[in-house]
């Protein structure tokens, strides 16, 4: 690349900045005159910023760009010398030539053709001249279903500096006082503060925030060692006084000169140790304090870096909105509240999506048309607001519109015709149940494809991106007034608020979104129902599961005569985990995981205390996955110790069978004769329950998947710790041959399901084992 290709391609950068900046000032200034079109000051920034742009696009060469940003000046200049109206037809035409002169400065070809500024320049021509425009009747098309739910993010990228030996003054001959307006392309790179502004990579950001919290982190290890500074400092002190005191003994007793000297000698060299520890005590105090007030104003910093206003995310959403509802033949405007509230980086950037998507619907389905809303005794006009603030940690978002809210009886009559529920249920069902249908993927309540919906990819998408921000989203509204859509997410995905607890000697950590609650729990409170633990929280009984069961950890020996429980929620659901020790409330810098790990269960990232020690932050959602599992198959354990003890001479069973109905009616037979009952839902669940638990009986059946009980009793015979267990087959053939290839494999008793009754159960397993209680 010659140097003049190496400077147009450095130039061409440089108006690209410069065409970002200076279009969102008019897309904002533009929406502004389109409601009050007399704004000086409006104006006065619109047309500074089309000359601008004029005058970068004649300094690199872009003459497309020269046109264009011309003839809107020249609008422009009409509003403010009040010969020309601001009417919507203009701000169509204004707006279009804001796309243009953003697609000018991009090569290949979406750039605009010669034909494009033509056509252009007559549309405007056109516009500006009433008669011509009554005549012709132009009309400006906007594209409005150009915006993808899941847009593809360009990756973050250092700026370029401008070349230092270029003069953009003397770039051109002969250009016009526009030309000096080319050092405005900075601005991209400078904050309303007026400070400079580089872009850098989020690896970048993700390895410069791990590293400070690391940095505080060590600043935390240097107290332990000056408090055994602090306290070998007061045992040396006590040294020299016992010397003293062993001083003037000798003397009373009157011991030798030489001792005496000896002894004053070692104090001599005492009180100089002493003097230098004081001071290397003070010197390494205050160097703790400085070493942890940087480093956490380091931490901070490095924090602050990720935090950007809500604003950065609304660049074109006003714009989108008014074009969207122009296209629909509507009249919205978005109003947008909280602007200046901090969200991370990343967090920012997975809102756009499903935020974009919710302005859409709210414009689609939400807003009635001018003449629908007059009729309603609504302003003809369309109102969304977009607010957003802090509360507890988390950022809220709320997105309410004053449109028609939910035709309740559209909603179940979709539902009815989808075959997603009976029309009896339908009726008897609750509105929160009824709204409920709309997050499920592929329902839409529109029956034809548009531009805009009725393609089935709804509110079930913006549901899955809000729940990997692991936040929330709700659906309110009032038929006739309105909807409300609010949104909670975290502020930050790099820190999280955790309480931090013990369980099985090691730190875990829970995300303060998701605790609802944190106890100490009596043991005479746990109460048992249907054979698993609960306790009574809120007016409701609520299941009890032990944190170290989940993360298969050795359960706690202690015998405390109560439980540390954390109730955890999500959603609708809610148990109580109980754990060793709460270690405390703690804001935790997130470490993500090594990938090749891959998904660990349970976890979803680790972090570091401040002691330097690691903890596990809990991935809530999954753990209640793992806890629906182990109440599926039965292997819940019981953890009040005092229950522990009593069930300890229960005899033990294992019933092993792929049909649940089965599984629950042996299950339940057995449980209400006092045996202490497992279950497995095939032979291979069952052979990993064997090898990790004691029972005193297996029950199974031979047709399963993965792994039939003829199987299943082959390897229990040949396991030298399992081989003398009694085995109970129950199967539904009943022919000879069955029978006999249960019995050779190693069963002691077969029981045919057809001839199966309450009894007949009970007593073979009498037989084999005994009664529940040894």
């Known amino acids: 690349m010659t140097p003049e290709q190496m400077r147009d391609a450095s130039l061409l950068e440089l108006f690209s900045l410069e065409a970002e900046a200076q279009t969102q000032v008019l897309n904002a200034g533009l929406l502004a005159l389109e409601r009050n079109p007399t704004q000086a000051d409006q104006l006065e920034a619109c047309m500074r910023a089309a000359h601008s742009l004029k005058g970068a696009a004649r300094i690199v060469g872009l003459d497309a760009g020269v046109r264009v940003a011309h003839v809107m ?61 009554a005549a012709a009747q132009v009309q400006v098309s906007v594209p409005v279903s150009a915006v993808p739910l899941a847009p593809a993010e360009p990756p973050i990228e250092v700026a370029p500096e401008p070349p230092r030996d270029i003069d953009p003054s003397q770039a051109m001959p002969g250009q016009d006082d526009s030309a000096a307006e080319l050092p405005a392309s900075r601005a991209r790179r400078v904050s309303d503060t007026g400070e400079r502004v580089l872009r850098v990579t989020a690896e970048r950001l993700n390895s410069l925030l791990d590293l400070s919290s690391k940095s505080l982190v060590e600043t935390q290890r240097l107290k332990p060692y000056l408090l055994t500074m602090q306290r070998l400092k007061r045992m040396q002190a006590q040294s020299i006084r016992a010397l003293g005191g062993l001083g003037e003994q000798l003397q009373l007793e009157g011991h030798s000169a030489e001792v005496r000297d000896a002894l004053a000698q070692a104090q001599s060299l005492l009180d100089q140790t002493q003097q230098m520890l004081l001071q290397q005590t003070a010197e390494l105090d205050d160097f703790g304090w400085q070493a942890s007030q940087r480093a956490q104003l380091l931490y901070d910093t490095a924090l602050a870096c990720r935090m950007r206003p809500f604003a950065d995310m609304l660049g074109g959403q006003e714009r989108m909105v008014r074009d969207l509802g122009r296209s629909l033949g509507k009249q919205v405007r978005l109003d947008i509240e909280g602007e200046k509230t901090q969200v991370d980086r990343d967090v920012l950037e997975k809102l756009e999506a499903p935020l974009t998507h919710l302005l859409r619907n709210a414009v689609d389905h939400g807003i009635e048309t001018a003449e629908q809303r007059l009729l309603a005794g609504k302003p003809a006009e369309g109102r969304v607001v977009l607010r957003a603030s802090h509360q507890a940690g988390l950022l809220v978002v ?22 997603l529920s009976a029309a009896d249920t339908v009726e008897q069902l609750s509105e929160e149940e009824l709204l409920s249908f709309l997050f499920l993927p ?3 309540m529109r029956d034809t494809v548009t ?61 303060l979104a998701h605790i609802e609650h944190t106890m100490d729990l009596p043991a005479e409170d746990i109460i048992q129902l249907e054979g ?15 944190a170290s069961q989940l993360l298969q950890r050795p359960a706690s020996q202690g015998d405390e005569a109560s439980l540390k429980v954390v109730v955890i929620r999500d959603r609708e659901a809610i ?43 809990i991935d809530v959602e999954d753990m209640f996955r793992s806890v629906e599992k182990l109440l599926n198959t039965g292997r819940l ?10 069930e300890s001479a229960r005899k033990r069973v294992l019933v092993v069978d792929d049909s649940l109905t089965v599984r629950e009616l042996q299950r339940k037979l057995l449980s209400h004769r006092g045996y202490d009952v497992a279950v497995a839902v095939d032979g291979m669940d069952g052979w990993n329950a064997l090898r990790s638990e004691d029972f005193d009986l297996l029950i199974t059946d031979i047709d399963m998947p993965r792994m039939d009980g003829i199987e299943l009793v082959t390897l229990l015979r040949r396991d030298t710790r399992l081989q003398s267990l009694p085995v109970m087959v129950v199967s539904y053939k009943d022919r000879e041959e069955d029978r006999r290839r249960g019995l050779d494999a190693g069963a002691d008793y077969y029981l045919a399901k057809a001839s199966f009754h309450d009894d007949a159960l009970l007593d073979a397993v009498v037989e084999l084992i005994g009664g529940a209680r040894g």
């Open 398 to 419: 709320e997105l309410s519109d004053d449109g028609a809210g939910v035709d309740l009886a559209a909603l179940r009559r979709s539902i009815v015709q989808r075959g």
């Open 451 to 511: 531009e805009v919906s009725g393609r089935g990819v709804g509110l079930d998408a913006v549901l899955h991106l809000i729940r990997q921000l692991r936040g929330s989203v709700e659906l309110i509204q009032v038929p006739g007034q309105g909807s409300r859509f609010h949104i909670e997410v975290p502020l930050t995905l790099s820190v999280v608020r955790s309480l931090a607890v013990e369980v099985g000697g090691e730190a875990y950590a829970f995300p």
């Open 73 to 133: 000046e020249d609008c422009l200049v009409a509003a403010q010398e009040r010969r020309v109206y601001l009417m919507p037809e203009h701000i169509d035409a204004l707006l279009l030539g804001t796309d243009l002169l953003m697609r000018v400065g991009t090569p290949g070809p979406g750039a605009p053709g010669t034909l494009d500024i033509d056509a252009y320049e007559a549309q405007m021509a056109a516009v500006m001249d009433p008669l011509a425009a």
């Open 442 to 444: 592929g329902f839409s």
């Open 637 to 646: 354990e019981r953890i009040d110790k005092r229950s522990q003890q009593a």
């Open 575 to 617: 148990y109580g985990v109980a754990v060793e020790r709460f270690i405390g409330e703690r804001t935790l810098v997130v470490l993500p995981l090594d990938a090749r790990l891959g998904k660990v269960q349970d976890i979803s990232a680790g972090a570091l205390l401040d002691n330097g020690s690691v903890v596990l932050i």
């Open 532 to 546: 698993r633990q609960h306790f009574w929280f809120q007016n409701r009984h609520v299941g009890l599961v032990a």
